[in-house]
Nanobody, 127 residues
Framework: QVQLVESGGGLVQAGGSLRLSCAAS????????MGWFRQAPGKEREFVCS????????FYADSVKGRFSIFRDNAKNTGYLQMNNLKPEDTAVYYC????????????????????WGQGTQVTVSS
């Protein structure tokens, strides 16, 4: 099965940008749909965005639409989350996830649909 490792988190001021990476190993990355989720202190893990195997189709939570961008480089076995105009409410541990299953557009926004998870990377946005 695929192993996922996130990187790129850190501390940034409000209005700043960060790019997270999700490096995949163990299986053919292009076989997997990929998503980013986040969990803030005291809150449940929530959907951020997801991307199809080819990278053509993407889905975003309303809270990040227009500020975040998900993309992938299958040749490098890596997925990315570009985060711009960050806000303090974006502070959370960010997780990448992947699945080989065929998902509906609704399932592409669902935590339960993704079976492989990374360990997470902390993003802190100061005001």
């Amino acid at each position: 099965q695929v192993q996922l490792v996130e990187s790129g988190g850190g501390l940034v001021q409000a209005g700043g940008s960060l790019r997270l990476s999700c490096a995949a190993s163990g299986r053919t990355f292009s076989n997997y749909r990929m998503g980013w989720f986040r969990q803030a202190p005291g809150k449940e893990r929530e959907f951020v965005c997801s991307i199809s195997r080819s990278g053509v189709t993407t889905f975003y939570a309303d809270s990040v639409k227009g500020r975040f961008s998900i993309f992938r480089d299958n040749a490098k076995n890596t997925g990315y989350l570009q985060m711009n105009n960050l806000k303090p409410e974006d502070t959370a541990v960010y997780y990448c996830a992947a699945t080989e299953k065929v998902l509906t557009s609704v399932e592409m926004r669902s935590l339960g649909a993704f079976s492989h998870w990374g360990q997470g990377t902390q993003v802190t946005v100061s005001s």
